[in-house]
């Protein structure tokens, strides 16, 4: 992911850390260092307390990756897969295919997280009397991460997008209504609420004197404020795209190029003449995959006239071929992380009819804004097929820099 690095792969989840999550953690472990460990453990050195600062801030991620973990196994028993979970400034996500079709699987996938950190909490609890016997290091650090979190569970369960009962209300109310779109509306109004109630109890911790307190808090409720927009913002994709198949908005099949031709004659052939950045290859006039201006950056320029395409290319079967039939909600997904600029499009002989591309997409939102019409009337049965990111933890405690966030 853009702005992530990949630490790990667990249980076929790729575990990215997002650059932005450095900065929590320094903040935490100079916050613990400088705050709670001193207080607990008097006479010690600061490098000290800057250890047990560092390995608590560990330990409190290893437990957000819990959390996320949880939902993304709920969600795989659902049938939905999860390929990446990120851990960020404010706690992670985990990246869902596809929104879940129905209230049940919404409710299911959104719960586990939070009575995962209930169950966390509730075992470092039990376990603070044994660790303070075995050390008082380790003891603080265990009631530590136990108060933090049952905070992040019960903090998480708040009623309103992003947070993960925002999702179990939207479960609740898309049941009781059969309304998905009104259920998220109602979700998403809540955390609006919720974001203007945490900025305003930032200013006023400003006020107070508490300064960094207050910012830490009103940057919880400026996060909160953008998800919900998002979450509307979504709401309103879905419905233009409801219904909308990618045939209706591919683009005609670009000009491809056989696999045994050059990188010379790619370029100066289809790239240069057509402005391509993405071109199709074919081998017998049938597709075999794909080349990008990054595969060329890889060949040096003086061994274009040798390198056949086929040499470099992504092959079909790396590639996400979609057909005509599908409904444009379920593959946006899969064009936001594609490598190209679109996505080839296969009739049922296997034939190349066209290509979905963000030009379409965008053309297609245009049209329908100055025509002021919807889509197909007929919606796909099962769910709108959006990427759901599952906004669900953050590291908790009793002072910032570890408020919880969703």
């Given at each position: 992911m853009r702005g992530s690095i990949n630490i790990a792969t667990i249980a076929g989840i790729a575990i990215d850390i997002n650059f932005s999550w450095f900065i929590i953690f320094v903040l935490l472990a100079v916050t613990l260092a400088n705050g709670q460990f001193p207080a607990a453990l008097p006479d010690k050195s600061y490098a000290?307390?800057?250890?047990?600062?560092?390995?608590?801030?560990?330990?409190?991620?290893?437990?957000?990756?819990?959390?996320?973990?949880?939902h993304a196994l709920v969600a795989r028993m659902r049938g939905i897969e999860v390929h990446t979970i990120e851990l960020y400034i404010f706690g992670g996500v985990s990246n869902l295919e596809r929104e879940p079709p129905t209230p049940a699987a919404t409710f299911l996938i959104s719960i586990v997280g939070p009575l995962t950190s209930l169950v966390v909490g509730?075992?470092?609890?039990?376990?603070?009397?044994?660790?303070?016997?075995?050390?008082?290091?380790?003891?603080?650090?265990?009631?530590?991460?136990?108060?933090?979190?049952?905070?992040?569970?019960?903090?998480?369960?708040?009623?309103g997008l992003p947070l993960d009962g925002g999702q179990v209300l939207r479960a609740i109310i898309w049941a009781a209504t059969h309304n998905q779109q009104r259920a998220t509306r109602v979700t998403a109004a809540v955390g609006q609420i919720l974001a203007f109630f945490f900025i305003i109890i930032g200013i006023l911790e400003v006020f107070n004197g508490l300064i960094f307190d207050g910012i830490w808090i009103g940057l919880i409720g400026w996060f909160f404020l953008q998800a919900a927009q998002n979450s509307n913002a979504r709401l309103a994709l879905q419905t233009v795209f409801r219904g909308v198949k990618v045939s209706r908005v591919m683009s005609p099949a670009p000009p491809t190029i056989e696999a045994n031709r050059t990188i010379e004659q790619l370029v100066t052939g289809v790239i240069l003449q057509q402005s391509q950045r993405t071109v199709l290859v074919t081998r017998m006039h049938s597709l075999a995959g794909q080349v990008t201006l990054n595969h060329l950056r890889r060949v040096p320029r003086e061994q274009w006239g040798q390198t056949m395409v086929g040499e470099v290319m992504t092959g079909i079967e790396q590639l996400h071929v979609l057909n005509p039939d599908q409904y444009l909600l379920d593959v946006l997904p899969f064009l936001a992380e594609h490598e190209g600029d679109h996505l080839p499009v296969l009739a049922a002989d296997g034939q190349l009819v066209g290509v979905l591309d963000r030009e379409a997409i965008v053309r297609y939102l245009q049209l329908h804004q100055m025509l002021g019409s919807g889509g197909e009337s007929t919606p796909p049965s099962q769910g709108s097929g959006t990427r759901e990111r599952q906004d669900v933890s953050a590291p908790g405690a009793t002072s910032p820099p570890s408020s919880p966030v969703g």
């Amino acid at each position: 992911m853009r702005g992530s690095i990949n630490i790990a792969t667990i249980a076929g989840i790729a575990i990215d850390i997002n650059f932005s999550w450095f900065i929590i953690f320094v903040l935490l472990a100079v916050t613990l260092a400088n705050g709670q460990f001193p207080a607990a453990l008097p006479d010690k050195s600061y490098a000290f307390y800057l250890l047990l600062g560092a390995l608590t801030a560990m330990l409190l991620f290893a437990s957000v990756l819990l959390h996320e973990l949880a939902h993304a196994l709920v969600a795989r028993m659902r049938g939905i897969e999860v390929h990446t979970i990120e851990l960020y400034i404010f706690g992670g996500v985990s990246n869902l295919e596809r929104e879940p079709p129905t209230p049940a699987a919404t409710f299911l996938i959104s719960i586990v997280g939070p009575l995962t950190s209930l169950v966390v909490g509730g075992i470092c609890i039990v376990l603070v009397g044994p660790a303070m016997a075995f050390s008082i290091p380790l003891g603080i650090i265990i009631e530590y991460l136990g108060i933090t979190n049952i905070v992040l569970g019960v903090f998480n369960l708040l009623p309103g997008l992003p947070l993960d009962g925002g999702q179990v209300l939207r479960a609740i109310i898309w049941a009781a209504t059969h309304n998905q779109q009104r259920a998220t509306r109602v979700t998403a109004a809540v955390g609006q609420i919720l974001a203007f109630f945490f900025i305003i109890i930032g200013i006023l911790e400003v006020f107070n004197g508490l300064i960094f307190d207050g910012i830490w808090i009103g940057l919880i409720g400026w996060f909160f404020l953008q998800a919900a927009q998002n979450s509307n913002a979504r709401l309103a994709l879905q419905t233009v795209f409801r219904g909308v198949k990618v045939s209706r908005v591919m683009s005609p099949a670009p000009p491809t190029i056989e696999a045994n031709r050059t990188i010379e004659q790619l370029v100066t052939g289809v790239i240069l003449q057509q402005s391509q950045r993405t071109v199709l290859v074919t081998r017998m006039h049938s597709l075999a995959g794909q080349v990008t201006l990054n595969h060329l950056r890889r060949v040096p320029r003086e061994q274009w006239g040798q390198t056949m395409v086929g040499e470099v290319m992504t092959g079909i079967e790396q590639l996400h071929v979609l057909n005509p039939d599908q409904y444009l909600l379920d593959v946006l997904p899969f064009l936001a992380e594609h490598e190209g600029d679109h996505l080839p499009v296969l009739a049922a002989d296997g034939q190349l009819v066209g290509v979905l591309d963000r030009e379409a997409i965008v053309r297609y939102l245009q049209l329908h804004q100055m025509l002021g019409s919807g889509g197909e009337s007929t919606p796909p049965s099962q769910g709108s097929g959006t990427r759901e990111r599952q906004d669900v933890s953050a590291p908790g405690a009793t002072s910032p820099p570890s408020s919880p966030v969703g």
